[in-house]
């Protein structure tokens, strides 16, 4: 539904290590597209997901993680340095949201919320990813709406799924 409302590419990610991984993904059907099916893994520090997932941590967690992380530069925009990537993730968690402004892929914006979780920190968040052509910041921070209806139906989802001693 995400996909029909907003028009582009989505994903539901989760972290692994200090990658993300894709658990599934829906694709837009415009002609021009990144292609990263479920299963791609993307670097956490470069990723939109990724840095949401990161800003739920306390920022020793964060340290020791990407301590064993290569902060390689994949675009001119990659952020490899640890304090400034410190200060990226305390504007994340501030504003609930990551952007991925061409960090990883050059032409690629990407936008992510995370999937919230009640009684525990959440593993789980929801993207859109599209070519920087068709979707601006100021675009994808008008999708957030949308983003944030689709989180919270996965964590229905996610919580009803649970054995009913872990239900929140």
Partial sequence: RLVDEIGESCNLTALSGHE??????????????????????????????????????????R??????????????????????????????KRQGFALDNEEFLPGLMCVA???????RLSNLCVAVQAPIMRLTPDKALA????????????AEIEAQAAPPGQRA
């Fill in 143 to 154: 999708m957030l709406p949308a983003l944030q209806r689709a989180a919270s139906a996965m």
């Fill in 63 to 92: 340290r020791r993680l990407l301590a064993h992380a290569p902060l390689e530069a994949y675009t001119a925009k990659t952020v490899t340095d640890l304090d400034a990537l410190e200060l990226e993730i305390k504007h994340v």
């Fill in 20 to 61: 993300v991984v894709y658990l599934d993904r829906v694709e837009t059907a415009a002609p021009l597209r990144f292609y990263l099916q479920a299963g791609s893994r993307v670097p956490v520090h470069c990723s939109a997901s990724g840095k949401v997932l990161l800003a739920q941590m306390t920022p020793t967690q």
């Fill in 113 to 119: 919320v995370l999937v919230p979780a009640s009684s």
